[in-house]
Each structure stands twice: as C-alpha cells, then as structure tokens.
C-alpha cells in the first residue's frame, strides 16, 4: 500500500515541476501591460495653467515636512483650486488634505464639518478643486496622516475675492 502512494507522489511531483513554472511563464506572458499617463488630464492642467493666483504663495513648516501652497482662481467660473507643492520629502506617509470653513478652530483633529480634498504624495504639484463654500469664505487646510492617526498641521487660507473687473484681488 506503501509504494503505490509513493510512486503516485512522486509522479505529481515530477509533473508540477514542470507544470508550475510553465504555468507561472504564460500568466506573465499573457497579462496586460501597465498603462501609463503621458500628461495629465486637460481639466487639471487648465485648472493649474489657466488660472490666476491669488496672493502670494504660503510656506508651511512643520515637524517632518514644509511645503508652499498657492490659491488660485477658478477657470471659467469654476471653483478655486489650491496648489500644493512639497519643499521636501514628508516623514509620514500618505497625508490626507482637509479644507475646513472654520477658521478659528485649531483642534488636533479634523472637524466633523471638514471635506476631504486628496492624498498628499510626491514631488510635483498637486491641484486640489476647493469646495464651492470656499469661493466666497475663508477655510484652513488641514493635514491628517491616517497611517499614524494624528493631526499633523494646517493653516488659514484666504477667501478668494474676484472684484468687479475680474482681476483677482
């Protein structure tokens, strides 16, 4: 009774030896390649290109990071945008962007009424489309890691005023 199931096992042994890399080689082979983005998409190219900032550019710096953000103005009536550029490599992964319209609260947290803009990550600019309250109020931009569950900074951000010729203020 042995043997026989040391001859089969052997057999299935042999025959996966050569069956799984085979195996293994065409799932390679015959998997689709990884698309790549030659440029970005028009709309966050315009909203960064054609756009008209607002003031001048903020440095931030905090503990394990600094970077410069800029308001701009919405195209075409749309809403305004906040530039974020990072002026070194952050300490903590993957920080989360909040705006928030109140001003004067500077928890350690995110505010229940805040509204998620995006994931803070690499070196280039990142375009973020503000909220439609923030085209005619002040806000603060917040900076929350989820990873390590800590509010990491913000800072007050100005209500971008247009005045009657179009010109940003």
């Keep these: 009774m042995i043997r026989p199931l040391r ?53 931030t710096s905090w503990d394990g990071g600094s970077l410069r953000a800029s308001l701009r103005s919405g195209v075409d009536d749309a809403r305004p945008v906040v530039s974020i550029e990072l002026l070194q490599e952050l300490e903590r992964p993957d920080l989360l962007v909040y705006w928030s319209g109140d001003i004067d609260a500077v928890s350690e947290g995110v505010p229940g009424d805040a509204e998620l803009l995006g994931r803070l990550a690499g070196r280039h600019p990142i375009v973020f489309e503000l ?39």
Excluded: C, K, Q, W
């Excluded at 030896?17 to 799932?27: K, T």
């Excluded at 002040?138 to 009657?164: K, N, W």
């Design 7 to 59: 001859v089969r096992h052997r057999r299935m042994i042999v025959l996966l030896a050569v069956a799984l890399p085979l195996l293994v080689a065409a799932g390679l082979l015959a998997r689709r390649p990884i698309p790549r983005m030659e440029r970005l998409p028009e709309g966050l190219v315009s909203a960064a290109a054609d756009s008209s900032a607002i003031g001048s550019p903020r440095v």
């Design 131 to 169: 909220p439609v309250e923030a085209s005619d109020s002040e806000g603060r931009l917040i900076l929350y890691s989820p990873t390590h569950d800590e509010f990491v900074t913000s800072f007050r951000l100005p209500a971008p005023t247009v005045s009657a010729d179009g010109e940003s203020e």
